[in-house]
């Protein structure tokens, strides 16, 4: 069977939808004006400001709020191709008019098992480092990336 071509109105609906679910994963995230959600995502508010309204912008313009509100990579695409959610890199999924379910994630295990990952990398490619060394560098490393976690939304902002 083969799929036809979107109509200008399943075209219209799409962007609709991508609008609805993207206004919501802004609320979600704390970012009250579009113009906060631009700056959030490196858009102009203009661009901002169009995919809130439903209107089409470039493949560029939506991987950058793909990146900027923790969409898996694709995600706008695939609603303007008919989905009716978006996964979040952490798994979850936006759904429209619905709540974001969030899986409990324990901030201080991960923590302590990317500790292990990085001290394990770094006596392995940095010859002669010392354990002190490495574990400080892991501690330094992990702090980084709990922090970019965080602000991408991927893990929760406070214990």
Not at 1 to 19: C, G, I, Y
Not at 104 to 123: G, K, M, N, P, W
Request: with cysteine; hydrophobic share 35%.
């Amino acid at each position: 069977m083969s799929r036809m071509a979107p109509t200008s109105d399943d075209t219209a609906r799409h962007l609709q939808k991508l609008s609805a679910l993207v206004t919501q994963r802004r609320v979600a995230l704390g970012l009250r004006s579009k113009e906060a959600a631009a700056k959030h995502c490196d858009l102009s508010p203009m661009t901002y400001r169009k995919i809130e309204a439903g209107e089409r912008v470039t493949d560029t313009s939506y991987a950058k709020l793909e990146i900027g509100f923790a969409f898996r990579p694709g995600s706008c695409k695939t609603v303007l191709d008919g989905a009716d959610s978006i996964t979040l890199q952490d798994g979850t999924e936006i759904i429209e008019g619905g709540q974001i379910t969030r899986t409990q994630v324990d901030v201080d295990a991960l923590s302590e098992e990317l500790r292990r990952e990085y001290i394990d990398a770094a006596t392995v490619t940095v010859p002669g480092i010392s354990l002190g060394e490495a574990q400080e560098m892991s501690r330094q490393a992990v702090e980084r990336a709990v922090k970019i976690m965080r602000k991408r939304g991927i893990l929760p902002d406070h214990e």
